[in-house]
């Protein structure tokens, strides 16, 4: 399908490709990987002909379609539906074209080419399309003026996979899908009639939906079969053998040098010398591989320890105006809690997340929060705080007044931040790097919980992995809006779930979750597979399940409830115990010592407790 030929390109001096190769077969479900900022985007402008290399080739099957999703859908009168039916050029010019013809060959021609593209089925499959991506019937009727720019680059998105070009590229295609329309678009890619090539750095969609890897590194194009787990697996085997092959001529290299360094000057052995420097020419020990440098995250620890419940909801409403969004919603938050708020987009998991965050106010019901608690809130439209004409240096010169440059630079660089983007305009930095200096930025004081919205949205596959140890690292609590996985899994103990106008607890793994979004999705998507009786059994055996498991989860959870007490409680003899003052009383310190010793028994009972009880319901779920 598309063959790249020793390709190369430079931007601004800077050489993004170097003699890049590669062949994408016809039919591939291929994933393109690679670090922010290698180029990965401008190898699909080069591809579409938007750019022009400055050696070699990219070169298409003859007469193949491309199709990419360049931008959002522009806002008018025309309905969300309208949209995605005219992105078929085909089928509208050829609709167009049957209203005009009168030759009787040409109106044979062209209802002969309608059937074969199936154009009568072509409104159904665009609403089916469209209803995958989170569109309702009512909402598809709707002119796009109506929509936001997220929901403007679905509809996008739903046009160039109505259109189904010959090669279809995405750049990461999941930034604004929530979870169900990432489940829908994994089963729609892995099933799709010709070729994918997907710019994407989320391991689940990589693994699930593509067959193919195409890495992007030094320069150069490396083609991997598998899905993205195969591909890290085979390339960490390749770089181990290259880097033991590469050690090995070296120290024969090394053994024959040390021949020829001794006896070169002796006329009796020169010719072997002369010999084992000719040797020496012929070996060429590989060059090294290894992995480009990804910089972790580092965030400051909460200055201030937090009484639980840090924040107790009580029949709180909120929303925007006049217009309720959320309605009786109760929870509470704990320290060191680690929830991920999961539900289709549109049912107030961002205007939760502005609640707690203190940005739109309570319309109703109580909400309290532990006093001196702080904040830290991620989202995309937090972006606009940074100051696009100022460095990453000069945004911490306000948090850090009376500290030299040598400081401040430290605590950039454990943003993951190189030297010298810290002196690069904020404009111009990446997105990847623009989310790191944010959430640097926003964590400074050291906050008691992070809210962070699609946090991974412009990371690369190493750096969500950083991401995800710097959350296991932080020691307070944790919300996460997200729909990838990988990081849900990683750092998520409870699943809320936005739903029916309030927030609530979900009594199922994520795993769970998927199999019921996916057979809700397989049964609307086959004209109800499985009899109304059916689902109705399903319904009441899930529901006995629940009920059934209901006990062992309330011991779970008071399990929890205890190690976290418990924990607060050895933290505080720990804190007495390390003041020098203590020793003044021989007695009391010695029963501290004693009442640590008691605690960390305990701890280790009640961790044994849970985890047991932990297996035996993953057991029951599973069952």
Known sequence: MLTINNLTYRIQGRELFEGASVVLPTGSKTGFVGKNGT???????????????????????????????????????????????????????????????????????????????????????????????????????????????????????????????????????????????????????????????????????????????????????????????????????????????????????????????????????????????????????????????????????????????????????AGYGDKKILKNVTMRIDPEDRIALIGVNGNGKSTFAKLLAGDIPVMGGEMRKGKKLEIAHFAQHQMDKLKPDQTPLEHVIPLMPYDGEAKRRSRLAQMGLTKSRMDTLAKNLSGGERARLLMGLITFAGPGMMILDEPTNHLDIDSRDALVHALNEYEGAVLIISHDRHLVEATCDTLWIAADGTIKELDEDLDSYQRTITGQSNRSGNGGGMSKEDRKKEKQEAAARREQLAPLRKAIKDAEEDLARLKRKIAAVERTLDDPATYNDAQASVALGKDKAKIEAEIAAVEENWLQMSGEYEEALRA
């Open 39 to 317: 180029g990965k985007t401008t190898l699909f402008h080069l591809i579409q002909g938007h750019l022009q290399a400055d050696g070699g080739s990219t070169e298409l099957v003859k007469k193949a379609r491309i199709g990419a999703v360049a931008q959002e859908a522009p806002a008018s009168d025309v309905t969300v539906l309208d949209v995605v039916l005219a992105a078929d050029t085909e089928r509208a010019a050829l609709l167009k074209e049957a209203e005009t013809v009168t030759d009787p060959d040409r109106i044979s021609e062209v209802y002969t080419r309608l059937a074969d593209i199936d154009a009568h089925t072509a409104e159904a499959r665009a609403s089916a399309i469209l209803k995958g991506l989170g569109f309702e019937t009512d909402r598809q009727n709707s002119p796009t003026h109506e929509l936001s720019g997220g929901w403007r680059m679905r509809v996008a998105l739903a046009g160039v996979l109505f259109a189904q070009p010959d090669l279809l590229l995405l750049d990461e295609p999941t930034n604004y899908l929530d979870l169900e329309g990432t489940l829908w678009l994994e089963r729609y890619l892995a099933t799709y009639p010709y070729t994918v090539f997907m710019i994407s750095h989320d391991r689940d969609l990589l693994n699930k939906s593509v067959t193919s890897i195409i890495h992007l590194e030094h320069k150069k194009l490396t083609f991997y079969k598998g899905n993205y787990d195969t591909f890290e697996t085979t390339r960490r085997m390749q770089m181990e053998l290259n880097n033991k092959s590469r050690d090995k001529a070296l120290d024969q290299v090394a053994h024959l040098q040390k021949f020829v360094d001794r006896f070169k000057a002796k006329a009796s052995k020169a010719k072997q010398a002369q010999s084992r420097m000719k040797m020496i020419e012929k070996l060429r020990p590989p060059a090294a591989m290894f992995d480009e440098y990804s910089a972790p995250f580092t965030f400051q620890q909460p200055k201030v320890d937090q009484a639980s419940p840090m924040i107790n909801l009580e029949n709180v409403s």
